[in-house]
């Protein structure tokens, strides 16, 4: 992958992981909550949070001073 297509991947795995934090929040508040449901949501959360990580240290690699 080129640099423009990582950018446009992070800038749609960032939104997706805004997406299941709203999703998580609502579904947390509902009075009938879906503990399975939710855990299924963190856990994609987490797994995207991960690979936007490895996405932006493909972007930014570290400078050795």
Same mark, same amino acid.
């Given at each position: 992958? +080129? *640099? #423009? *297509?990582?950018? #446009?991947?992070?800038?749609?795995?960032t939104? *997706?992981?805004? =997406?299941? =934090?709203? %999703?998580? +929040?609502?579904?947390a508040?509902?009075?009938? %909550?879906?503990?399975?449901?939710?855990?299924?949501?963190?856990?994609?959360? /987490?797994?995207?949070? =991960? *690979?936007? #990580? %490895?996405?932006?240290? /493909?972007?930014?690699?570290?400078?050795? %001073?």
């Amino acid at each position: 992958m +080129d *640099e #423009a *297509e990582l950018k #446009a991947r992070l800038h749609v795995m960032t939104q *997706e992981h805004r =997406d299941l =934090d709203a %999703a998580i +929040d609502a579904l947390a508040r509902s009075p009938t %909550a879906d503990l399975l449901q939710i855990a299924r949501l963190k856990k994609r959360k /987490l797994r995207l949070k =991960d *690979e936007i #990580a %490895a996405i932006n240290d /493909l972007l930014i690699p570290d400078i050795i %001073a």
